[in-house]
């Protein structure tokens, strides 16, 4: 079987277990309170060249974006954010829990990211400052998208310029920020704050670690509101340090970038492999900026494909989602593109 | 350093570690739908004996309690505890916030259970149906409790019975739950379903485990509601099996009992070196059922006993909360025993 | 001035006014243990044909949609409606407050009314069980709807047909219910729980009464929660035998009926005459079927009948909302009508 | 039947009814956006001698005080009140509700008023900062209080400026507030705002109003979140001119004192007759300082005073709750007196 579901569905990097096993030594005080934590701390303002960040260490994505935005919303706020973002749809409603009831709502734009006329637009037609509405708080862009597109970062700083207008903030969702910044080449500080991000929702579990993800928040008042929201939403661990390890493990000497290129990288080979393919019907909606791709082709060749063992999300009966990760190797891709190419010859 | 403070400071056991590495191997469903959380749920069955009990691996103990208390109790309802439970006064409010507004009431008790006139009481004065008042929808009883002390099983059997009567359901904070049942020397089912509990949290953390709890729903219509309450809350970690890997390798060939045991005996014989000292002044608040003890002693002793480095919270300033793990060495109790005979006897 | 805003500006009608004042005579018990509102009770279960309808009095349109949604959705819910609705739009999240976090999801369809085969759609695309997606739970129809058009019988019926296959409940949005029942000529009962709805708010105050509403619940389950939302929303008032009254007249010998068609028939002759003006740009957007159009002209036209005294929302440069209420006289509509006549004609 | 359960039980006052009447005249925009809004909030601002006072007028006492409590806490916050205060026994937990989980905190006193070392006291219990304990954010005064006693002047003053050392808000629960003014002889501000009062939860409905209460908010940040949180609660009146026409009157001319006076008044008369009958065991609980005692005497004579047509609550099986109000005669309270005599003479 070829795994290519989910980076959620691989297994934790050899250098963060080793991390986890390190960290392993002695007592600790709980609950943040141990040195692995305070450490992350630092690390976390060396990587984001931001003197003041802090961080936040989580277990799950769900979390880091529910809780990024409930301290970053009024209860009466709207988080705008693309139709296919993963907090409108796939995160059970948490944000509307966590923050005391703010809405979602949608913003449309090709290639699965914001338009910013269509943002712009959205923007002009509120009747700010009237209670029948609620009133739009946050930005949140999804970086990379859920469909494997990316902003550049000029991009970024137009949609965030136009949030700042209306004194909105801005939460990136990076539960693949790494495969973003390996794949744009820029520095996390550029592609966040200096992009006018107000707090970052860091994915680490989807490339690489074990249940660990960290919220870091660029702004004071987010931070400070996080003290209390992690902890009475019951997202702070007892033994921390466990978690902080993994984070700083993964952030330092550039471990992060490493298994997202590598992962970017296959991608791009199998990519490659399915453009040869264009004669039999196989297309890809979007161009794969990181390690996903969603891939159309005739459906009798996705069920061959599937068949023949390679692990995959079906999103329309001619349409799969393939997302490689820091575990797929070269060879698996190889044989998932010779899968592929014989299913679809064969179904054509 | 001893570390006596608490055994959240300790760190991962063994076994749990090495259930980890094993977990770590090939690719794996995400959020659940992975073998070793299925595997997790026929262990807990088998475990408590019950067919149709279901288990929700999460990452902190608040998250288990709060998300526990939210399935089982109405937004309209109050939950009653002790007043010295870590429900009402450690946890931030997280159960009024993930149940949508239900309130905590203590109902008081000595040695920091619940006593059964007391909970009558309580019961009787309630205007049943008025929606003026929380209606009381939910027992938690802490199990050992907060000081150290535990319920017997005809205790929680004559508790619950008293709830029943008003269609309460119950839940036990189990934070400690091995130790209980440890020192009990009973049946984890006597101590739970059979004793009239609706749904558990079952710790592991403290005893060994790397920021791994589990909720237990003896309860169907609980179990169905913390589907979405777990994920909406942002509880189900992606890679759910590394959590699931450890509960259940916890709760295998009584590795859980094993440990709790260890810390038991540990803090047992720490209590009797103390109980020698009561001519200096020592005394314990409560008889010391598990592996905590809130010792009295004059101040100046703990202040000594501190700076000969002696890890301990001090929950006045001349009480000291002293807790051991299944890290803590029979060396190390003697080496604390020694520190405080000494501090008392420089004191007195 | 020609009051053509909203019938939420029209004042109190004269026969509820009476009701107030003949309701306050001596003393009565608080929170709805008086004598006025268990003559509701029955009032609204005579009137809807329905021998255990619950109805409960509230004090505004909002609480009466977010209690009745709050009451019949889980938590992790979604409610769908049209994207016209003002639960959606105008309520300022008030059903994600009280609900604990349900969603609001837009189906669309012609004529803001959902059409049956778009419902069909979304729902068919759901993940059912699947918590990482809010669980459609509720349909909520705007019955008039908020353009001022009208399901058909048959078409809530279908509507409610296709909620009741995925286990739904079914919400109407009446706060003009007695402008579609008089529209209709058909019974209460037929546009409710015989078309398959659950519980209903009832709108009262736009049509005469003086922040009066009433939820009526036909769902025995929705009912019994709504004892304790109501309450703990603030939305019981204590002098509660003043809203009951009120609701109590308005369904009385077919007050709200004949106060209903009053408004329709003003809007009726109003549409008339609109409609005679074609040829000079003047274009109803929809039928309008209660009393309610939405009138679109050349803003030219429209900024010189705002000039000359008619009171109306802009919906868009050229767009104007006109409502008439039971306050409406067939003068002032003489009088508008002519306004816009000259307006128009000027304009061109 | 002699009223005197509660001051809810009685009716609508002439002056206010007339104002109701008067306030129906012609169309007015709905939501607040009205005149007779506009004047109410310059009436406030002179009533209370506060220029940037800002009043929102509700329909019931729970939504006053748990609107205001959650514009002045933070959702990890506890309130402070007495434990016999109607917050934390008789709401529902809808301060919970509407503030996304705060929790109310008993802190105790003599005669139902916090004393100022209990204050203190648990106030220097609090772990300052750290999320686990719910930070103290806002103390709550009942004035009067729940069982008809009252602080004095500096009494308010020593409370507000100990929550003021922990940067603390103050709230008062003035569903009486007129009966305390019109006791104290002292001048709203005085009461208020200029002994550290932050938000007042002004009743009306008790002293004669029709479901009308209103919030004053002397600070700016809490009236800000009222803007939107009465909203999105369902707590703005689309003819919101009713209540507000009500809350005007009521606080011109001295209308609410006068009223309060009158209930105040009986009280001290029926008070002076119940002390004559001190040798039947007929005894005051508190000092009743404004419309309100408790009463205590044996239990058959407060059957027989029962059974002779006087109206009470009974508060245990040998305390009556006796509650005078704007619509109590003389008349009325010479015949109560003379029951309770004959009944304690027989009784004896």
Redesign the interface.
């Known amino acids: 079987?070829i795994?290519l579901?989910?980076d959620?569905?691989?297994?934790?990097a050899p250098d963060i277990?080793a991390a986890?096993?390190t960290?392993?030594?002695?007592?600790?005080?709980?609950?943040g309170g141990d040195e692995l934590t305070a450490h992350l701390q630092d690390v976390v303002r060396a990587v984001f060249e931001h003197p003041t960040a802090r961080v936040f260490p989580?277990?799950?994505?769900?979390?880091?974006?529910?809780?990024a935005l409930s301290a970053a919303t009024?209860?009466?706020g709207?988080v705008l954010c693309h139709p296919t973002a993963h907090i409108i749809?796939?995160?059970?409603?948490?944000t509307?829990?966590?923050?005391?009831?703010?809405?979602?709502q949608g913003v449309g734009g090709e290639h699965a990211l914001i338009a910013p006329e269509q943002l712009r637009a959205a923007l002009e037609a509120v009747r700010w400052?009237d209670?029948?509405?609620?009133?739009p708080s946050v930005l949140s862009l999804t970086l990379p998208s859920d469909h494997g597109t990316l902003y550049r970062l000029e991009q970024v700083s137009e949609l965030t310029a136009i949030a700042r207008e209306h004194e909105m903030r801005v939460h990136v969702d990076g539960a693949r920020i790494a495969n973003a910044v390996a794949a744009l080449g820029c520095s996390p500080a550029d592609l966040t704050w200096r992009a006018g991000v107000d707090v970052l929702s860091l994915g680490a579990?989807?490339n690489g670690a074990?249940?660990a993800e960290a919220i870091v928040a660029f702004d004071e008042r987010v931070a400070d509101?996080l003290?209390?929201?992690?902890?009475?939403?019951?997202?702070?661990?007892?033994?921390?340090r466990?978690?902080s390890a993994q984070v700083a493990a993964y952030l330092t000497d550039g471990l992060w970038l490493r298994l997202a290129t590598h992962a970017n990288d296959r991608m791009r080979e199998l990519v490659a492999e399915l453009e040869t393919l264009a004669s039999y019907g196989v297309r890809l909606q979007e161009h794969a900026d990181v390690n996903m791709a969603w891939a159309a082709m005739p459906a009798p060749a996705l069920d061959a494909a599937a068949e023949a063992g390679v692990?995959f999300y079906r999103m329309a009966p001619e349409v799969a989602r393939l997302v490689t990760s820091w575990?797929t190797s070269a060879e698996e891709v190889v044989e998932a593109a010779a899968i592929f190419r014989d299913a679809v010859t064969r179904a054509g």
């Open positions: 079987m795994e579901r989910s959620n569905a691989a297994g934790v277990l986890i096993e960290a392993n030594t002695g007592s600790a005080l709980a609950y989580v277990t799950s994505g769900t979390a880091a974006n529910a809780l009024p209860p009466w709207a749809g796939a995160e059970g409603g948490a509307s829990l966590l923050s005391g009831g703010a809405v979602m400052g209670p029948h509405e609620s009133q579990t989807k074990m249940s509101e003290v209390y929201r992690t902890k009475r939403s019951g997202h702070v661990t007892s033994k921390l466990f978690q692990l575990q």
